[in-house]
């Protein structure tokens, strides 16, 4: 098992399989990887399958259970099912956060290959208001959720970046949610400022939060990042609120992989990165060994500046306003 100098273990990956992408969203960290490529990009430094699967059967040894794929836009490997298939032997746990442009041709397929779950990132469900936050459409996103519903990939989990444009729609995605009937859950993503800025596009997180619980028949909290889920209406929300939050980095158990191969220990630092290109599985043992031991909290240790967690008492914010119903939607800026 790997285990940090905070004590913290490492039992999932998240491997980022191309920086390419067919969508622009406004607000895209591109986990950490500056600006996303054009779909067609060359890109030779993408790993192979062979590649991903030698860092997975590595990680396995270490204990990893899970491994999640993201991007850039994952779906546009044309070699993704080969990769999720390399990925189940080693981990029983193979999970994917797509645009989902392209999973109603997909999902089955890659059901089929293993797969386990999958997150589909969706802000909105007004079509023009789609258009302008992720310059691209929403009408086959919908088509690939039902295709993945249908393949048994269920519940599909959606993922909705909070921020000012975004919040006066999370009571209709609530709904949305709860009259699936269990077919899908939403996972609320903090508008994450720390690699491409705009902190004036933040809302009060801990507001959103106490709104939820206010109106939640049960609320619990996941270990992973100890992140809270709040059962609201018949529709589960996971909140995921790293800014800020010393707790959720405390309680981190990730280890990130670059397109390239690079082993990352946390999505805001780049200064921490080992090559396993090219490496045995001895040598990619040993980079998990570096990349381990450089591992920190960034929240309570790398950026000591911000100990607080309140964004009302970060210097220069506004005042916190008291608890809003989620029905009144966000508080004037
Ligand atoms: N292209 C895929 C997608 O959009 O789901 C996978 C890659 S994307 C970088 C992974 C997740 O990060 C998406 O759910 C996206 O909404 C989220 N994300 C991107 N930039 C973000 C930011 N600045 N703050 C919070 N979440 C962000
Ligand atoms: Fe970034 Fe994903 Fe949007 Fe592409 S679809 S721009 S990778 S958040």
Same mark, same amino acid.
């Given at each position: 098992?790997?285990?940090?100098?905070?004590?913290?273990?490492?039992?999932?990956?998240?491997?980022?399989?191309?920086?390419?992408?067919?969508?622009? +969203?406004?607000?895209?960290?591109?986990?950490?990887?500056?600006?996303?490529?054009?779909?067609?990009?060359? !890109?030779?430094?993408?790993?192979?399958?062979?590649?991903?699967?030698?860092?997975?059967?590595?990680?396995?040894?270490?204990?990893?259970?899970? !491994?999640?794929?993201?991007?850039?836009?994952?779906?546009?490997?044309?070699?993704?099912?080969?990769?999720?298939?390399?990925?189940?032997?080693?981990?029983?746990?193979?999970?994917?956060?797509?645009?989902?442009?392209?999973?109603?041709?997909?999902?089955?397929?890659?059901?089929?290959?293993?797969?386990?779950?999958?997150?589909?990132?969706?802000?909105?469900?007004?079509?023009?208001?789609?258009?302008?936050?992720?310059?691209?459409?929403?009408?086959?996103?919908?088509?690939?959720?039902?295709?993945?519903?249908?393949?048994?990939?269920?519940?599909?989990?959606?993922?909705?970046?909070?921020?000012?444009?975004?919040?006066?729609?999370?009571?209709?995605?609530?709904?949305?949610?709860?009259?699936?009937?269990?077919?899908?859950?939403?996972?609320?993503?903090?508008?994450?400022?720390?690699?491409?800025?705009?902190?004036?596009?933040?809302?009060?997180?801990?507001?959103?939060?106490?709104?939820?619980?206010?109106?939640?028949?049960?609320?619990?909290?996941?270990?992973?990042?100890?992140?809270?889920?709040?059962?609201?209406?018949?529709?589960?929300?996971?909140?995921?609120?790293?800014?800020?939050?010393?707790?959720?980095?405390?309680? +981190?158990?990730?280890?990130?992989?670059?397109?390239?191969? +690079?082993?990352?220990?946390?999505?805001?630092?780049?200064?921490?990165?080992?090559?396993?290109?090219?490496?045995?599985?001895?040598?990619?043992?040993?980079?998990?060994?570096?990349?381990?031991?450089?591992?920190?909290?960034?929240?309570?240790?790398?950026?000591?500046?911000?100990?607080?967690?309140?964004?009302?008492?970060?210097?220069?914010?506004?005042?916190?306003?008291?608890?809003?119903?989620?029905?009144?939607?966000?508080?004037?800026?």
């Amino acid at each position: 098992m790997l285990t940090d100098r905070h004590g913290r273990i490492v039992t999932d990956l998240r491997i980022s399989v191309t920086r390419r992408c067919n969508f622009r +969203c406004v607000y895209c960290h591109d986990e950490g990887q500056g600006p996303v490529l054009r779909p067609t990009a060359r !890109v030779p430094e993408e790993m192979t399958p062979e590649h991903v699967e030698r860092i997975v059967r590595v990680g396995a040894g270490f204990d990893v259970r899970s !491994v999640k794929f993201t991007g850039g836009e994952p779906l546009l490997r044309t070699d993704l099912v080969e990769i999720v298939e390399r990925t189940r032997r080693h981990v029983e746990d193979v999970s994917l956060t797509t645009n989902g442009a392209f999973l109603a041709d997909q999902a089955a397929s890659l059901a089929a290959a293993g797969l386990r779950r999958i997150n589909v990132s969706v802000d909105s469900l007004d079509p023009d208001e789609f258009r302008d936050l992720r310059k691209g459409h929403l009408e086959p996103v919908l088509d690939g959720i039902r295709a993945a519903i249908a393949a048994g990939l269920r519940p599909v989990k959606l993922n909705m970046v909070v921020m000012k444009r975004t919040l006066p729609r999370l009571p209709d995605m609530i709904r949305h949610i709860g009259a699936s009937e269990g077919a899908l859950v939403l996972q609320l993503i903090e508008f994450m400022p720390e690699i491409i800025g705009h902190r004036d596009w933040m809302v009060d997180i801990l507001e959103v939060k106490a709104a939820l619980e206010s109106e939640a028949e049960r609320v619990e909290v996941r270990s992973m990042h100890h992140r809270s889920i709040y059962h609201i209406h018949g529709a589960q929300v996971e909140v995921v609120d790293p800014v800020h939050n010393a707790e959720f980095c405390f309680n +981190c158990r990730r280890v990130r992989v670059t397109h390239d191969g +690079c082993l990352k220990g946390c999505l805001n630092r780049d200064d921490d990165h080992v090559s396993t290109a090219g490496l045995d599985d001895d040598g990619v043992r040993e980079a998990f060994g570096k990349v381990v031991e450089n591992r920190v909290p960034y929240y309570g240790v790398h950026v000591q500046d911000y100990p607080r967690r309140r964004p009302s008492s970060w210097p220069g914010s506004r005042e916190s306003a008291p608890s809003r119903s989620l029905a009144q939607g966000p508080a004037a800026p």
